[in-house]
């Protein structure tokens, strides 16, 4: 299994930015898709960015230009570069990732760190 373990969350102030960070580790083979999604309380968990294992990425539109994902695969790592933060941003973000063990295809998920954004 796949353990997910993010970093990088805190306090911003609006226009200011933030770099999160997502190690994976445990017993897999290999990490096809990893991603990044936030929440809001009361809110459906929403899709941030995706990066494949050979770099292809995609975004959400409404957050194109302002927040890069990147990967080492080297380190089972993931980032997300946030820019220009929003409050609109602040949000619990959770990594994601894809790996293939001995019993096949599996998902994990972080457990989450908190990004604020005051305005």
């Known amino acids: 299994q796949v353990q997910l373990v993010e970093s990088g969350g805190g306090l911003v102030q609006a226009g200011g930015s933030l770099r999160l960070s997502c190690a994976a580790s445990?017993?897999?083979?290999?990490?096809?898709?990893m991603g990044w999604y936030r929440q809001v309380p009361g809110k459906q968990r929403e899709l941030v960015a995706t990066?494949?294992?050979?770099?292809?990425?995609y975004y959400t539109d409404s957050l194109k230009g302002r927040f890069t994902i990147s990967r080492e695969n080297a380190k089972n790592t993931v980032y997300l570069q946030m820019n220009s933060l929003k409050p609109e941003d602040t949000a619990i973000y959770y990594c994601?990732?894809?790996?293939?063990?001995?019993?096949?295809?599996?998902?994990?998920w972080g457990q989450g760190t908190q990004v604020t954004v005051s305005s």
């Open positions: 994601q990732a894809l790996s293939r063990g001995s019993d096949g295809w599996r998902s994990a």
């Open positions: 990066i494949t294992s050979g770099g292809g990425t």
């Open positions: 445990g017993n897999f083979f290999s990490i096809a898709t």
